[in-house]
């Protein structure tokens, strides 16, 4: 067996010894430059997909339940020239569970304001001109023609929906990146 060969199948073991004994890094301390920088990218991989893995799932999960309430719920709106149409006027409510702390209404008549929401933490309102969000983070009041300014409508917009797992796999590698470098700026420091 080649000795790189052992060296990869040492990793797990190193690893685990390296997290749980600190003496051992005197061991990790007689390495050549090349294997220590090796080995602290190795581990700042494991420990970067340890750390993105879970919020990834979470992600993922709650952009299915998004996706088929959006299926099921939605009304058959249409945006063009910055202004929402629907089937049939007024309030639709896509989502609306008093347990939830979020809600989603589409809105043509713009009856309903930021003040009909103040038991939700997060709200959703597409109003006839613009989209209001509301969320811990703060308010956002956007009009379509700067979102959609060829216009939308719902089958149009379940695509976009599908960027936001594209997003979600660009933000995994983008952490994962960043993750090692930032562990490797702090271990020449």
Do not use: C, H, W
Not at 6 to 18: D, E, M, N, Q, V
Not at 114 to 135: G, H, P, Q, T
Not at 164 to 176: D, H, P, R, S
């Amino acid at each position: 067996m080649k000795k790189s060969t052992r060296g990869i199948l040492k990793l797990p073991r190193t690893f685990i010894k390296a997290l749980t004994d600190f003496k051992y890094y005197k061991t990790l301390d007689k390495l050549s430059r090349g294997q220590a920088i090796l080995y602290i990218v190795i581990i700042s991989f494991l420990l970067s997909i340890i750390a993105v893995i879970p919020s990834a799932i979470a992600v993922n999960r709650s952009m299915k339940e998004f996706q088929q309430m959006y299926t099921d719920f939605a009304p058959d709106f249409v945006i063009d020239e910055g202004i929402l149409s629907l089937p049939e006027p007024g309030p639709t409510f896509m989502i609306d569970d008093p347990g939830k702390a979020f809600v989603v209404v589409f809105d043509d008549t713009d009856s309903l304001t930021e003040v009909n929401f103040r038991d939700y933490e997060s709200v959703l309102l597409l109003d006839s001109d613009s989209a209001f969000l509301r969320s811990p983070m703060g308010n956002q009041d956007v009009p379509y023609i700067t979102i959609f300014p060829g216009g939308i409508d719902k089958a149009g917009f379940s695509t976009y929906l599908n960027l936001v797992k594209l997003t979600n796999i660009v933000f995994i590698v983008f952490y994962i990146i960043t993750f090692i470098l930032f562990n490797m700026l702090g271990v020449f420091f």
